[in-house]
């Protein structure tokens, strides 16, 4: 990781940078529950078919991304050194999130999970900026559009049965073959990963939706923005409701109705932000763009907290052991109900990491791969 204290370009839409911060306040909201038994509906992804507040999240996320990319690399050239930098960045990306599963570093490598969010954030992000790299506006948007499909198509031709079932879908399948079930998400009752590998092809179209309405964006005029966010966000909100009637809104396999669906649904979010921040020059939102000014940082010591609370800071309270985790979600459940407790619990550490995001951003300090 580097330190940066650069200045943020004065063309972007501050909408974006806070679309981004949005995204890493509902990833800990979302994450760290102080019960995972004691959960709102809303705040928990939906079992298999089906979409939930939650389900928003990580899209959003990719969304950022690539919208980032339409800064980042919008004077990028074939090179190698280019190729480097993107390479480099996809690795460190990668370990991250494997250093995130393995932490505390009790567990044996031999299970040790390989896909995760971080995981797939880095392949996307290494096969997006390759396509950006590589392609023409045009063919990027043609790429966007063929990947859910083709994906689509891999998924009919080698599942065992239904595509759209837990039991022998083709992700499952690819993953079992490729990095065996040990090394899979376990969560389901069944080695299957709803980060595995093959459905990073869909997921990697959410980034290049980020990418291609970002680059649309620094060349349209702020007035008629919104106009054009409300109209394409309605557009493709209608069209993936649609097309779950074919295809499952499906967050586990990543589907391209979901994809199509949490994109129409970010653009109608991003339009209301443009709104108040861009053009309104409202500064309400300004707490998110300073939550979204260190993102991987954020997220990442986030989940290094919630573990090393839950598995390694352990007392006695009462006789009995305890983690500071479940303690801290013990002492706010004695005043509130479970589920409200759960719901403070997490929303408490939203605030210590704006506050730790605060502090840095402050100092300037922007810490990157």
């Known amino acids: 990781m580097t330190v940066a204290t650069a200045q943020r370009p004065s063309e972007r839409f501050m ?8 995204a ?4 800990i909201l979302v994450n760290t529950p102080g019960s995972w038994s004691q959960v709102y509906a809303p705040l928990l992804h939906a079992e298999w078919h089906g979409f939930t507040f939650a389900d928003i999240v990580f899209p959003m996320f990719l969304f950022a991304v690539g919208a980032a990319m339409a800064f980042s690399m919008a004077k990028a050239q074939v090179s190698t050194a280019t190729l480097l930098k993107i390479s480099k960045r996809t690795l460190l990306l990668f370990g991250c999130g494997l250093l995130l599963h393995w932490f505390p570093f009790t567990s044996s490598l031999a299970e040790l999970r390989i896909p995760g969010v971080l995981q797939r954030i880095a392949l996307c992000y290494g096969l997006a900026a390759l396509l950006v790299l590589y392609c023409k506006p045009r063919a990027l948007l043609l ?5 859910p499909l083709l994906y689509w198509g891999l998924l ?20 079992l073959w490729l990095l065996g079930p040990a090394h899979l998400y376990q969560g389901f009752g069944a080695a299957f990963d709803p980060e595995g590998l093959l459905s990073t092809l869909p997921a990697v179209s959410s980034i290049l939706i980020g990418y291609l309405v970002a680059v649309e964006l620094r060349r349209t005029h702020k007035d008629n923005s919104v106009y054009l966010l409300t109209l394409w966000g309605l557009a493709l909100a209608v069209l993936g409701l649609l097309w779950q009637l074919l295809w499952p809104i499906n967050k586990p396999l990543w589907s391209g109705s979901y994809v199509v669906f949490s994109s129409g649904l970010i653009l109608l979010l991003l339009a209301a932000m443009v709104w108040l921040m861009d053009i309104r020059q409202k500064n309400w939102l300004q707490p998110l763009v300073i939550y979204g000014s260190n993102p991987l940082f954020i997220y990442m010591l986030s989940w290094l907290w919630a573990s090393a609370a839950s598995q390694l800071i352990r007392f006695t309270h009462d006789g009995q052991p ?8 013990d002492s706010l459940n004695v005043l509130l109900p479970a589920k409200l407790a759960s719901l403070l619990f997490a929303l408490l550490h939203v605030l210590l990491f704006w506050g730790l ?4 951003y402050q100092r300037r300090i922007f810490i990157k791969l």
């Open 357 to 360: 995001s605060y502090w840095l």
């Open 322 to 329: 305890i983690s500071l985790y479940q303690f801290g979600f």
């Open 143 to 147: 790429v966007t559009l063929l990947l």
């Open 156 to 175: 009919w031709q080698f599942s065992l049965q239904h595509p759209y079932e837990l039991s022998g879908n083709a992700v499952q399948r690819f993953d």
């Open 15 to 22: 909408a974006l940078d806070a679309l981004r911060g949005l």
């Open 24 to 27: 890493i306040a509902l990833m």
